[in-house]
């Protein structure tokens, strides 16, 4: 069976996006799909199918923790998850720990925080039954 959809885009929201903007085009290297002047949307993964949009808040954020109803944590997929923990606190990205494995999902990650205070991390698939990018 394949997919129900096409594509994916996950919009975040700051009250001011130029932060935001800068971190995810120079610092994550992801390209810029399309700018829609108080929206810009990056290209995540190859083949156009995710993408993450980053957008002018229209008020403040209500929480800090992302793991509240409405909360969102933002995971990208790489194998290399040592050489992005790397590349990262090169380019001066406060990152709290060091990439771990976690015995109860089978990942190896590490976790940090956007300029307009998003949780993300970045992954890497520890399980031989996580579907292969295509």
């Known amino acids: 069976m394949s997919a129900p959809f096409d594509q994916h885009v996950t ?3 700051a009250e001011d996006p130029a932060p935001s903007w800068r971190f995810y085009e120079e610092v994550l290297g992801l390209p810029l799909a399309q700018d829609q002047g108080t929206c810009r ?3 995540v993964a190859p083949g156009a199918r995710a993408f993450l949009g980053v ?3 229209r008020g403040p954020r209500v929480t800090d923790n992302p793991r509240v109803q409405g909360g969102a944590v933002i995971t990208f997929v790489a194998q290399d998850v040592e050489g992005w923990h790397a590349r990262l606190k090169a380019a001066g990205v406060e990152i709290a720990a060091a ?3 976690s015995e109860t ?3 190896t990650s590490f976790f940090f ?3 307009a205070g998003y949780t993300l991390e970045i992954q890497r698939f520890e399980r031989p039954d996580w579907p292969a990018p295509v």
């Open 99 to 101: 990439p771990a494995f």
């Open 105 to 107: 999902y089978r990942v």
């Open 11 to 13: 919009f975040l929201y």
């Open 113 to 115: 925080r956007d300029p």
């Open 41 to 43: 949307i990056y290209a």
């Open 55 to 57: 957008c002018r808040a």
